[in-house]
């Protein structure tokens, strides 16, 4: 595809409200980002963040999750609607839905990352119907160290189970098991982050009652151990 094509390309995504979307080459360094991108780490013009990396824009525990994600995705791993807590514009944490791919040249060799995430309070304000999760949404992240039943969050949504799992995957594109079962894992990061707990009892803090198992499902969400993330911030 020729650079025109693709700059007309990437330049569409100016005109989805609500979607942040960046281009990085190999080492997280921003090649590209559209408006709303730019306007999220609190600027104005794409040339003023070029170049940059996320520990330039963000706290230090989110700017190693970012990161780590690239290097990932280097590696040949996708990141898919992934919940996540970042920083809004206003500099309050709120909830987005996240996916990276690695970018590769006409000759295949991979050149960097790109991604795009949707603020999931101000996107579903333009969604229909989506006031249905709003009750069970809000429940899970007010009692995710609580055991949770699918059949309670289906009556907070005058819903029956399936119905409610509809909605969840239309637009939030996880069910709500997964969606409870990242709220647990991003918050238990914070605490790991955040405090001096022990990882056993950030996971019981988080709703887990195995450590184990929330050590293997920190893994299979974040790409590192609970015990590797403490020791890389630390360092």
């Given at each position: 595809?020729?650079?025109?094509?693709?700059?007309?390309?990437?330049?569409?995504?100016?005109?989805?409200?609500?979607?942040l979307f960046w281009v990085?080459?190999?080492?997280?360094?921003?090649?590209?980002?559209?408006?709303?991108?730019?306007?999220?780490?609190?600027?104005?013009?794409?040339?003023?963040?070029?170049?940059?990396?996320?520990?330039?824009?963000?706290?230090?525990?989110?700017?190693?999750?970012?990161?780590?994600?690239?290097?990932?995705?280097?590696?040949?791993?996708?990141?898919?609607?992934?919940?996540?807590?970042?920083?809004?514009?206003?500099?309050?944490?709120?909830?987005?839905?996240?996916?990276?791919?690695?970018?590769?040249?006409?000759?295949?060799?991979?050149?960097?990352?790109?991604?795009?995430?949707?603020?999931?309070?101000?996107?579903?304000?333009?969604?229909?119907?989506?006031?249905?999760?709003?009750?069970?949404?809000?429940?899970?992240?007010?009692?995710?160290?609580?055991?949770?039943?699918?059949?309670?969050?289906?009556?907070?949504?005058?819903?029956?189970?399936?119905?409610?799992?509809?909605?969840?995957?239309?637009?939030?594109?996880?069910?709500?098991?997964?969606?409870?079962?990242?709220?647990?894992?991003?918050?238990?990061?914070?605490?790991?982050?955040?405090?001096?707990?022990a990882i056993a009892d950030?996971?019981?803090?988080?709703?887990?009652?195995?450590?184990?198992?929330?050590?293997?499902?920190?893994?299979?969400?974040?790409?590192?151990?609970?015990?590797?993330?403490?020791?890389?911030?630390?360092?």
């Amino acid at each position: 595809m020729e650079e025109a094509g693709v700059k007309k390309i990437i330049a569409a995504f100016d005109l989805l409200p609500d979607i942040l979307f960046w281009v990085k080459d190999t080492q997280s360094r921003i090649i590209y980002g559209n408006q709303e991108f730019v306007k999220h780490l609190g600027y104005r013009f794409l040339e003023q963040v070029l170049h940059k990396t996320d520990f330039d824009f963000s706290p230090h525990h989110l700017a190693h999750q970012f990161v780590t994600d690239d290097k990932r995705v280097l590696e040949g791993h996708q990141v898919t609607d992934r919940l996540e807590l970042n920083h809004t514009a206003s500099g309050e944490l709120g909830w987005f839905s996240t996916s990276k791919r690695v970018l590769t040249d006409e000759q295949g060799r991979i050149i960097g990352t790109y991604g795009m995430t949707r603020h999931l309070e101000k996107t579903s304000k333009t969604l229909s119907n989506v006031h249905a999760v709003d009750a069970p949404v809000q429940y899970i992240r007010e009692h995710f160290n609580k055991k949770i039943s699918i059949e309670k969050l289906a009556d907070l949504a005058h819903l029956s189970v399936s119905a409610l799992e509809r909605r969840f995957k239309k637009h939030l594109a996880k069910t709500p098991k997964q969606f409870i079962n990242e709220t647990r894992l991003e918050n238990g990061r914070k605490m790991l982050l955040e405090s001096r707990l022990a990882i056993a009892d950030v996971a019981y803090q988080c709703g887990f009652s195995d450590p184990s198992y929330f050590s293997k499902q920190f893994h299979n969400l974040f790409g590192e151990t609970p015990s590797k993330l403490r020791k890389a911030v630390t360092r």
